[in-house]
């Protein structure tokens, strides 16, 4: 773990998007943060210790989908989801439209952290890389393991600049500085040419890209990472000057029935015409119970 000083800085980005409004002052307590994203050898320990099931790993409870007839759920087998690109290019503008993001994700049967693309794969080989499919009650369950907890997102944040202000990236204002990819994130058309321009086409292991200024590896790209925060657009309004805490609950407009926990960071599938969130003020949502090919997380620790 690194030592994240206490301090105040600007939380957010003028001027983006709604959910990132108002940027805001947040002056924070010293912590501990895990210099990588946990990894697939840290996860296997803790399973082996504990004995652990992953949510992907489990099968389904019919009382979980009240909506959704019982057998069906029964017979449904554990599965997590996967990117999984169409066979043909996504034309720019229709990239951007509504639920497009069904074209590259699908559920597939027998995908979690030991497979991560399906029955057939495996992390042999990647015991250093990030582990994937961990949903954020599977992060939670490791970070008490482990003695520690999920970063606020505020923390988060803070940590993820690095002790710089105002950049757009965590390591300054250029995307590639003196031409050279900082961070692993998709180079090419999405979602069908990976160009590979940085080297990987899924999670690379950690530490293969220069730290920030606080010597934290990938906090920018390779996979999302889970925060403890309540998902809502409007949070940052009336946020607490010192050590957020993020809101009691959950509301996403476009998805208001189901509660979303806090993503920060992008991944490897990260490109500006879709995504564009390996910026340190981007936000994603998501459903705590749901793991994904590309989310993972890291811990911190109070002193």
């Known amino acids: 773990m690194v030592w994240i000083p206490t301090g105040t800085f600007m939380m957010g980005q003028p ?3 709604a959910d990132v409004r108002p940027a805001h ?3 924070l307590d010293g912590f501990w943060m895990d210099k990588t994203e946990v ?5 296997a320990q803790f399973v082996k210790e504990t004995d652990y099931v992953t949510v992907a790993e489990r099968k389904l ?3 979980d989908f009240p909506d959704v007839d019982p057998e069906a759920i029964r017979k449904t087998k554990p599965s997590s989801v996967v990117f999984s690109p169409p066979a043909k290019p996504i034309p720019f503008d ?3 439209s509504p639920n497009i993001h069904m074209a590259w994700w699908r559920f597939v049967e027998g995908a979690n952290w030991r497979h991560p693309q399906g029955p057939d794969s495996t992390i042999k080989g990647k015991e250093k890389h990030p582990v994937v499919h961990i949903c954020w009650d599977d992060a939670v369950a490791y970070a008490k393991w482990a003695g520690k907890r999920l970063p606020t997102e505020a923390e988060w944040e803070y940590a993820a600049r690095g002790g710089l202000k105002g950049k757009e990236f965590v390591w300054g204002d250029k995307i590639e500085p003196n031409g050279k990819p900082m961070a692993n994130i998709w180079h090419g058309h999405f979602p069908t040419e990976n160009t590979l ?3 990987f086409r ?3 292991p950690v530490g293969s890209f220069p730290s920030n200024g606080y010597g934290l590896f990938d906090i920018s790209g390779n996979v999302w990472e889970w925060v403890a925060d309540w998902y809502r657009p409007d949070y940052y309004r009336n946020s607490p000057a010192k050590n957020p805490q993020g809101p009691p609950d959950s509301f996403d407009p476009q998805e208001p029935r189901i509660p979303k926990r806090v993503q920060r960071g992008g991944s490897y599938l990260c490109i ?3 995504c564009g969130a390996y910026r340190p003020y981007r936000r994603m949502k998501t459903s705590p119970d749901t793991g994904l090919s590309h989310a993972g997380f890291r811990c911190v620790k109070s002193p």
């Open 15 to 17: 001027g983006k998007e």
């Open 94 to 96: 229709v990239l951007r």
């Open 25 to 27: 002052q947040v002056t």
């Open 272 to 274: 500006d015409i879709t």
């Open 61 to 63: 409870d019919p009382r």
């Open 202 to 204: 899924l999670t690379a």
């Open 197 to 199: 321009r940085d080297g």
């Open 39 to 43: 990894t697939n050898e840290q996860f």
